[in-house]
């Protein structure tokens, strides 16, 4: 079962590896799917990596192999081959996986590969020019695109005549000149009668992006109308490529992933290329961030010395009121950065979430400041006036904490930067020094 | 552009309805995508909902927006409904979202919409055996499928014959015992030569599910194989049904951010059911489970009244010590967690994953211990060793942070349980108590 598949291919080829039965092996990686071989060769050290893709015969195999491998995986494999080995793998690749591939080698590599593409070298090119993260760039050139005046049978007859093309579940109809102008999936297409005409079976004024909508657009898109494929079409409404659902899937996990890693102060990169080193770079930013917020702390609580030298007890209490605030926060910013992320949070949905987040916080912070307050009179710490301090910390912290984890990313989102990116360490940092400021002055108002 | 579609239509919808002009409403929803109506009635009050839902005149659209609306929105309209009415509109759904709107319907309204729903109540039943979160319940029974002697030829009748099957890109070949045994894209169907037998033209042994594998494992199967369906059998090999690439997508998006929630310590259901009460009520355990620790705190820090008394400026540094544990626990925690959800983390990788959290958690731990020292120093804060206590409780909150963070997951996933739900509060809670402890011994010994 698909389940096991990799495991037990992985343990066969690293046995057979191991022995030397090159034969073995190679006969062992003809029956494997590519996706199989891919999940094993990310898996292996480089040199075993190397040694398994070199017995991959079939240049097709290879092709599809390579673009589904980890950028770490793929760039050991394609750094120290030959420019035309590597160019005889990318033209047997789909365009966009082929373009995918270039778009994160070093530039000059990148340019002596296509050097030696040969004919293909054009078509891989003109995606090269759009940068990642829109449609254009994960777009797809071979679509099917018939003219509107053809009859069904003239259409199967093409369909036919034609190679494989990657988006072959839908056909689109294009006029004259090349605009977009209906669409018919392959099944529609085969029960029509012969002789109707496309322009008059066809679903006219199709779903389309165009080729600078974002990726995460694109997705949203492909999901809201359950398409397997949405033709992108350029400024002039002119049909120039077809983004598919298997590239939607891969966009899909990856920004949750990133939105996810993002949250947690790190990105992707992380994942993709491990190394201590480079792991620790890319943390030490978010976590720089949230430091510099901690001293501020620090002197915000040096400022209360002699209140914490009366009441010591200040100290015991400040952990839980700062943690549960933090808590309330990112609980806050992560729900309203993922409903950014699905687009079920819209600009007019904005008062009302406020609203829920706020009130819901309001309701907890209260739960919580009392119950705080109730154990710090039973434990009859501190002065008589000390269980209301303490409760009103936890009051204060955890409102605030709400109301900033609430309002930062939709901030961050209307300024057009990402609220992911931005949330975590702002929120963090802006509760915890909210929340010592709110305690300690309650504590020096009310003691 | 898309985009806009359903920020117009909305727009047009309520002007119609505030002016009770029905008839211009009626005829805007006949021009518009199912999609699109749905997410504007999602959006609307209850009573606008249901007066716009009655406007829709197409009994084929009131059912393809039923199950496309949010729970709340669709409870609303369901409620109130006669059961003959309800069961109407779900004979005319796709076997699987008729299964899914009873599946969240309360159990004696559900029994009656069954009892009024004629010759597919059986197929929409045995969809409902199946409990939520497994492919038998988010399959559909309408493949098609063909037995092994057939000709490409009989294969294209049967296929024109047929009425619209919602899978309907591969072919599904069977024996005569109906059980799997080869696939065929429709377009590979669409390039034979007719006289072919299916047995000699079909891919063999084709990718499948069990009724019974996990929603996120057939997810993961769809992106990894890049299939627009997978076949569904039961233990016998049986075909009894398909899982599609639309629905897959959802149950992608739905894992994802019930992640992002779950590490937040809240729910779906708090996004998809508002209410204040019921957010907060969803959200208590999470923070009572981080209170309880937080309480711990307290006692820990009440041993310590002396060593607090006597050097005051533990309690100025207490907050960025713990806030930059966090921090690192929650970082090491999301990393795992979503590494385990795409399956990008399988059991063999664990001792790399293990070493490569630990040990980039050790370099920014040393790193912002000793600016947390140096920091310590210049402002000359408490005793003479001050500045080392300060920077070694920093090292070891940061670093059981980490461990705990990466740890706890990864024991949670071993165990059964749900990594992302367990993680978030035992994470917080561990690492502050392990901060203070570590932080006011090292103290305690070095003062």
Chains 1, 2 share one sequence.
Request: aromatic letters at 6%; hydrophobic letters at 50%; glycine letters at 8%.
């Amino acid at each position: 079962m698909p389940q096991s598949r990799d495991s037990l291919l992985q343990g066969s080829l690293l046995r057979f590896v191991r022995r030397g039965a090159w034969d073995h092996a190679g006969r062992l990686l003809e029956k494997s799917h590519p996706a199989d071989i891919a999940r094993v060769l990310d898996r292996l050290t480089e040199a075993d990596r190397r040694a398994v893709f070199d017995l991959i015969r079939s240049p097709q195999v290879r092709a599809e192999v390579l673009p589904l491998l980890e950028f770490a995986a793929r760039a050991d494999l394609l750094v120290g081959m030959q420019p035309e080995s590597s160019a005889g793998i990318l033209q047997l690749m789909d365009t966009d996986d082929a373009a995918d591939v270039l778009r994160e080698l070093p530039r000059d590599e990148a340019d002596a590969i296509i050097g030696s593409l040969g004919e293909r070298a054009d078509e891989i090119e003109s995606l090269l020019q759009y940068p990642e993260g829109i449609a254009g760039a994960i777009m797809v050139p071979d679509y099917f695109a018939l003219n509107e005046n053809l009859t069904a049978k003239e259409a199967v007859e093409h369909l036919q005549s034609r190679g494989t093309a990657e988006a072959s579940f839908y056909v689109y109809v294009v006029d004259d000149r090349g605009y977009l102008v209906g669409v018919l999936s392959l099944r529609q297409l085969i029960m029509q009668p012969p002789y109707t005409v496309l322009r008059d079976c066809m679903v006219i004024d199709p779903i389309r992006v165009t080729v600078d909508t974002d990726q995460e657009e694109v997705a949203r898109i492909v999901a809201r109308y359950d398409l397997l494929a949405v033709p992108v079409v350029d400024s002039r409404n002119e049909l120039v490529g077809v983004v598919t659902v298997d590239d939607v899937i891969d966009v899909m996990r990856d920004e949750a992933t990133e939105d996810i890693l993002k949250l947690a102060g790190t990105t992707v990169e992380e994942v993709t290329r491990p190394g201590i080193l480079r792991g620790a770079w890319i943390r030490f930013p978010w976590l720089a961030a949230s430091f510099v917020g901690g001293a501020g702390g620090i002197f915000l609580l040096a400022r209360y010395e002699s209140l914490l030298t009366t009441t010591v007890q200040i100290a015991f209490f400040l952990p839980i009121i700062l943690g549960m605030g933090g808590n309330v926060g990112s609980q806050c910013s992560m729900v309203v950065v993922r409903g950014l992320a699905t687009g079920r949070l819209e600009l007019d949905t904005v008062p009302r979430i406020i609203l829920h987040e706020v009130g819901t916080s309001v309701l907890l912070a209260v739960t919580f400041a009392a119950t705080l307050g109730g154990v710090a009179a039973v434990l009859g710490y501190g002065p008589r006036a000390f269980p209301l301090v303490v409760a009103l910390g936890m009051f204060i912290s955890m409102l605030t904490a709400a109301t900033v984890g609430t309002l930062l990313p939709l901030i961050f989102d209307r300024l057009g930067a990402d609220p992911a990116v931005a949330s975590g360490p702002f929120v963090t940092t802006s509760t915890d020094v909210a929340g010592i400021a709110g305690f300690c002055l309650v504590a020096f108002w009310l003691l």
